[in-house]
C-alpha cells in the first residue's frame, strides 16, 4: 500500500496492504539463495520442494500483512522468507502475483514458479 525508503514515503498501488521498508537485518542487502514459506494451497510453489532456495537480492520488504477480512473475496496466499526477520517473499492472488524474488535467477526452481503461474492463467 505504501513505501518507505530514506526517510521518505510513497503511495502504492492500493492493490494490497502493507509497507515496504528497510529489513532489520544486520547484514543488507539480502543477497543471494533462501528458503521460502509457503502456504500448502500454492500454486505458484505447487511441485517445488519445502527446502529449495530462491535467489534475492534487496534491502527492503513487507514485513507485516493486515487484510480485512471479507465474506465476498478470497484472501491472497503469502509466501514468506526470513532475513533478520520474516518478510513477504511471493503474493498469490489469481493472475496477479508477485515475488520478492528474483525467479529468473533461480534456476529449475525458478522456472518451474514461472511455468505453474503461466499454465494458471
Known amino acids: 500500500d505504501r513505501g518507505v525508503e530514506f526517510g521518505v514515503e510513497a ?3 492500493g492493490e494490497w496492504p502493507g509497507t515496504v521498508e528497510r529489513l532489520q537485518a544486520e547484514v543488507l542487502p539480502h ?3 533462501n528458503t521460502v514459506e509457503a502456504p500448502e494451497s500454492s500454486t505458484l510453489f505447487k511441485g517445488i520442494d519445502a527446502d ?3 535467489y534475492f ?3 527492503y520488504g513487507v514485513q507485516s500483512w493486515e487484510l480485512a ?3 465476498h473475496i478470497a484472501p491472497p496466499k503469502l509466501t514468506w522468507a526470513d532475513h533478520g526477520g ?3 517473499a511471493a503474493v498469490e492472488n489469481g493472475a496477479l502475483s508477485a515475488t520478492q524474488f528474483h525467479p ?4 529449475d526452481a525458478g522456472a518451474e514458479l514461472l511455468s ?3 499454465q494458471s492463467l
Open 52 to 54: 529449495t532456495r530462491f
Open 116 to 118: 505453474n503461474w503461466v
Open 86 to 88: 520474516k518478510f513477504l
Open 69 to 71: 477480512p471479507s465474506e
Open 11 to 13: 503511495e502504492g498501488c
Open 104 to 107: 529468473e535467477k533461480s534456476g
Open 31 to 33: 543477497m543471494g539463495w
Open 57 to 59: 537480492v534487496h534491502s
